[in-house]
């Protein structure tokens, strides 16, 4: 980040027009500044002076300052590469798409505002100083760009230790993190793999962490993270899913580096970020040879030959071609996936995950690079890799039948990465059989702070006393993002039991409403607060917050849902806001399934019935995936008479999820008084298993 001037400025700013979605914009200089006519939050043009720039290479953006302290990311981007590959000119980040004032990837709303979306990682210790009162920004930063204290601290001491020189006897030069996981290791490559071991383990994750605070896909919850603090104090990192992950731990969205590189087997083995990044310099180790910063580890004799690649030299086929293919983000800038995995093009038939192989062999099916891979490996390669859970990922995405248990296998499989068992942890669904709950309670109490994180997510479809219980050791977790978690999760002071536990409650739960304090500026944070207070008693408090939510952004359609569940729980009287409300989000949203669904349940207690199951199977057709919002349309259809219509829509529950408990029951109960009771007696017989099992 730079202040915009002529020697930062790298777009064209000469008069230029760029027309998008029916508007013509014109970049253009006046006084020696730079700015830009376009269309602002109203859809009318208006001129906005150009503050700052954002970006190098291969594209700058630019970020204008509005109210309140507000600065927001120009979409429209220069384009910094050659003119031979296609560069010196303007590009909308959202080509294809239509993104105009209405929408919410607009420029003037939040998810282009730079004190919350990028500051924090573009800038050098920043505090965002939002104030909830008064709607304003006051942010500030140390260095306007990243410098050494982004990753070393507090430089003071430092400082002070340098301008002693010679006289000065402190070995840690005054620095306040200590990045030197590396020092005095060495890696011993072996003749006969061809890959390098280190001379001993890796027993922290400072310097990973250090470099996660950016290379990550996180939310932030706290200022003033510091190289060598917890990284899980400031952040909660985003785990394996969709639309972020695809079901293998392939990059899809933008998730930067750390969750990827947390898949690898390099990461298991004890290799840093900077084993392959110099990271004063912004090279790569192993100078500028293709596959250089590779062969600091892996003998080239054997990997960098056509036995091993299976292409000729000519084809130009380097290491990170097959084990680091890329993804283009923002249009132009080609980032590698990290995972550093083995290619799997036999998952991209079943899956329909990519793959390295089809990404330069277009013109052929994955079949054909499966078999190809199986010809190299002398026949199965079902197990070939180290990241091997992308079966359960995927069958949990898609509700197919056996995903539960798949989920447990991962969970507990300590041979795979953290991240993905943590993701498998928060994907299982309670109060299911007895093993499940049992990976729950072991997630929880885990030594890895992304498994407890990825189980406290799963209590969430526990009962509430059932879920207390398991909570209250997590709300003295000792990482914040946990006990915040656990604070947010926890379904209300009557279940506390002990004054030990009102004692660490109170303490969490000043800790969430501080988090939620500190992103007041997001509609997110203000439905979260707003739900936890109405939970917690406050119903005023909690109606305050969600609708402050959603005039902040109208596009957050988790807020309606929620305050349609706050006005429910005041009583009949109160339907009809509900209703109100939902509709309000309809009318902006018409294909969230969520809203549909929530809408059809306030419908059922307004007596509507027969709307109450169209909308209901609205949302089903919207989310078909969705059990939940299957059992639901199956009651409400039964409930209505459409019988037929009830059991089979049951029957697909099964079909996805065998032990489901709810379909299980209802079909007994339903197949019963339909005068079919050994039918009925089947699923009945299969629900008292289930339950036995609970009791072993």
Same mark, same amino acid.
């Given at each position: 980040?730079?202040?915009?001037?002529?020697?930062?400025?790298?777009?064209?700013?000469?008069?230029?027009?760029?027309?998008?979605?029916?508007? +013509?914009?014109q970049?253009?200089?006046?006084?020696?500044?730079?700015?830009?006519?376009?269309?602002?939050?109203?859809?009318?043009?208006?001129?906005f002076?150009?503050?700052?720039?954002?970006?190098?290479y291969?594209?700058?953006?630019?970020? #204008?300052?509005l109210?309140?302290g507000?600065?927001?990311?120009?979409?429209?981007?220069?384009?910094?590469?050659?003119?031979?590959?296609?560069?010196q000119?303007?590009?909308?980040?959202?080509?294809?798409?239509?993104?105009?004032?209405?929408?919410?990837?607009?420029?003037?709303?939040?998810?282009?505002?730079?004190?919350?979306?990028?500051?924090? !990682?573009?800038?050098?210790?920043?505090?965002?100083?939002y104030?909830?009162?008064t709607?304003?920004?006051?942010?500030?930063?140390?260095?306007?760009?990243?410098?050494?204290?982004? !990753?070393?601290?507090?430089?003071?001491?430092?400082?002070?230790?340098?301008?002693?020189?010679?006289?000065?006897?402190?070995?840690s030069?005054?620095?306040?993190?200590?990045?030197?996981?590396?020092?005095?290791?060495?890696?011993?490559v072996?003749?006969?793999?061809?890959?390098?071991?280190?001379?001993?383990?890796?027993?922290?994750?400072?310097?990973?962490?250090?470099?996660?605070? !950016?290379?990550?896909?996180?939310?932030?919850?706290?200022?003033?993270?510091?190289?060598?603090?917890?990284?899980?104090?400031?952040?909660?990192?985003?785990?394996?899913?969709?639309?972020?992950?695809?079901?293998?731990?392939?990059?899809?969205?933008?998730?930067?580096?750390?969750?990827?590189?947390?898949?690898?087997?390099?990461?298991?083995?004890?290799?840093?970020?900077?084993?392959?990044?110099?990271?004063?310099?912004?090279?790569?180790?192993? $100078?500028?040879?293709?596959?250089?910063? !590779?062969a600091?580890c892996?003998?080239?004799?054997?990997?960098?030959?056509?036995t091993?690649?299976?292409?000729?030299?000519?084809?130009?086929?380097?290491?990170?071609?097959?084990?680091?293919?890329?993804?283009?983000?923002?249009?132009?800038?080609?980032?590698?996936?990290?995972?550093?995995?083995?290619?799997?093009?036999?998952?991209?038939?079943?899956? $329909?995950?990519?793959?390295?192989?089809?990404?330069?062999?277009?013109?052929?099916?994955?079949?054909?690079?499966?078999?190809?891979?199986?010809?190299?490996?002398?026949?199965?390669?079902?197990?070939?890799?180290?990241?091997?859970?992308?079966?359960?990922?995927?069958?949990?995405?898609?509700?197919?039948?056996?995903?539960?248990?798949?989920?447990?296998?991962?969970?507990?499989?300590?041979?795979?990465?953290? #991240?993905?068992?943590?993701t498998?942890?928060?994907?299982?669904?309670?109060?299911?059989?007895?093993?499940?709950?049992?990976?729950?309670?072991?997630?929880?109490?885990?030594?890895?702070?992304?498994?407890?994180?990825?189980?406290?997510?799963?209590?969430?479809?526990?009962?509430?006393?059932?879920r207390?219980?398991? #909570?209250?050791?997590r709300?003295?977790d000792?990482?914040?993002?946990?006990?915040?978690?656990?604070?947010?999760?926890?379904p209300? +002071?009557?279940?506390?039991?002990d004054?030990?536990?009102?004692?660490?409650?109170?303490?969490?739960?000043?800790?969430?409403?501080?988090?939620? +304090?500190?992103?007041?500026?997001?509609?997110?944070?203000?439905?979260?607060?707003?739900?936890?207070?109405?939970?917690?008693?406050?119903?005023?408090?909690?109606?305050?917050?969600?609708?402050?939510?959603?005039?902040?952004?109208?596009?957050?359609?988790?807020?309606?849902?929620n305050?349609?569940?706050?006005?429910?729980?005041?009583?009949?009287?109160?339907?009809?806001?509900?209703?109100? #409300?939902?509709?309000? $989000?309809?009318?902006l949203?018409?294909?969230?399934?969520?809203?549909?669904?929530?809408?059809?349940?306030?419908?059922?207690?307004?007596g509507?019935?027969?709307?109450?199951?169209?909308?209901?199977?609205?949302?089903?057709?919207?989310?078909?995936?969705?059990?939940?919002?299957?059992?639901?349309?199956?009651?409400?259809?039964?409930s209505?008479?459409?019988?037929?219509?009830?059991?089979?829509?049951?029957?697909?529950?099964?079909?996805?999820?065998?032990?489901?408990?709810?379909?299980?029951?209802?079909?007994?109960?339903?197949?019963?008084?339909?005068?079919?009771?050994?039918?009925?007696?089947?699923?009945?017989?299969?629900?008292?298993?289930?339950?036995?099992?609970?009791?072993?």
């Open positions: 980040m730079a202040q915009a001037t002529s020697q930062t400025v790298l777009g064209n700013f000469a008069n230029v027009a760029f027309d998008y979605a029916g508007i +013509r914009s970049f253009f200089t006046r006084d020696g500044k730079f700015y830009v006519r376009t269309d602002g939050s109203d859809g009318q043009l208006a001129t002076e150009i503050r700052y720039t954002f970006g190098v291969p594209l700058q953006q630019y970020l #204008i300052a109210s309140n507000r600065i927001q990311a120009l979409p429209i981007a220069w384009d910094a590469r050659p003119k031979a590959q296609g560069g000119h303007w590009f909308h980040l959202n080509a294809g798409e239509r993104v105009t004032s209405t929408d919410e990837l607009h420029w003037t709303r939040p998810s282009q505002n730079w004190n919350y979306m990028c500051a924090d !990682c573009h800038s050098t210790a920043v505090r965002k100083n104030d909830a009162a709607d304003q920004f006051k942010t500030q930063w140390a260095e306007i760009s990243v410098g050494c204290e982004a !990753c070393h601290g507090p430089g003071s001491q430092h400082l002070a230790w340098a301008a002693k020189g010679a006289a000065s006897s402190d070995s030069h005054g620095l306040a993190a200590h990045l030197d996981e590396r020092r005095g290791v060495h890696w011993t072996s003749a006969a793999t061809g890959n390098a071991v280190r001379s001993r383990p890796r027993s922290t994750d400072r310097e990973i962490e250090t470099c996660a605070q !950016c290379h990550s896909r996180r939310a932030q919850i706290a200022d003033g993270y510091e190289a060598g603090k917890s990284y899980y104090d400031y952040y909660r990192p985003a785990l394996l899913e969709s639309p972020l992950y695809h079901a293998d731990g392939q990059q899809r969205g933008e998730v930067y580096e750390w969750g990827s590189f947390l898949q690898s087997k390099m990461y298991s083995r004890g290799v840093t970020c900077s084993d392959c990044h110099e990271p004063h310099s912004g090279t790569l180790r192993g $100078g500028d040879r293709p596959g250089g910063v !590779c600091t892996h003998l080239p004799a054997k990997y960098e030959t056509p091993h690649q299976h292409h000729p030299a000519s084809a130009g086929v380097t290491c990170v071609s097959c084990h680091m293919p890329t993804t283009t983000y923002m249009t132009v800038d080609a980032r590698r996936d990290h995972s550093l995995r083995i290619p799997r093009p036999d998952l991209s038939v079943r899956l $329909g995950v990519p793959n390295a192989c089809t990404s330069c062999h277009t013109s052929r099916p994955a079949s054909w690079a499966a078999e190809r891979i199986a010809a190299w490996r002398g026949g199965d390669t079902s197990s070939l890799g180290h990241q091997r859970f992308a079966d359960a990922l995927s069958a949990s995405e898609h509700g197919a039948a056996g995903a539960q248990a798949m989920l447990r296998a991962l969970a507990s499989d300590t041979s795979q990465p953290a #991240i993905a068992r943590a498998a942890l928060a994907q299982l669904i309670g109060p299911g059989d007895r093993p499940t709950l049992t990976a729950m309670v072991k997630g929880l109490d885990a030594p890895s702070p992304l498994l407890r994180l990825g189980a406290l997510r799963s209590l969430l479809t526990l009962p509430p006393e059932q207390a219980q398991l #909570i209250v050791p709300l003295s000792s990482v914040r993002t946990v006990r915040v978690d656990a604070a947010g999760m926890y209300g +002071r009557t279940w506390v039991t004054d030990n536990q009102k004692v660490a409650l109170d303490r969490a739960v000043q800790e969430f409403v501080a988090v939620q +304090r500190y992103n007041a500026d997001r509609a997110d944070a203000r439905a979260r607060l707003g739900t936890f207070l109405a939970v917690q008693g406050d119903i005023g408090g909690g109606e305050s917050e969600l609708l402050n939510a959603i005039r902040r952004d109208p596009f957050f359609i988790p807020a309606y849902a305050l349609a569940d706050v006005y429910r729980a005041q009583g009949p009287a109160h339907d009809t806001d509900a209703e109100q #409300i939902l509709r309000r $989000g309809l009318s949203v018409p294909g969230n399934a969520a809203l549909h669904y929530a809408l059809g349940l306030t419908l059922v207690r307004l509507r019935k027969g709307a109450a199951v169209t909308e209901l199977e609205r949302a089903t057709t919207l989310a078909p995936t969705d059990l939940h919002f299957l059992y639901t349309y199956a009651v409400g259809l039964y209505t008479g459409n019988v037929t219509a009830s059991l089979k829509t049951l029957d697909r529950i099964l079909a996805m999820d065998e032990n489901n408990r709810d379909a299980l029951a209802a079909l007994a109960s339903y197949l019963n008084e339909q005068g079919h009771p050994d039918l009925a007696k089947r699923y009945a017989n299969r629900l008292r298993v289930l339950q036995l099992q609970d009791l072993q």
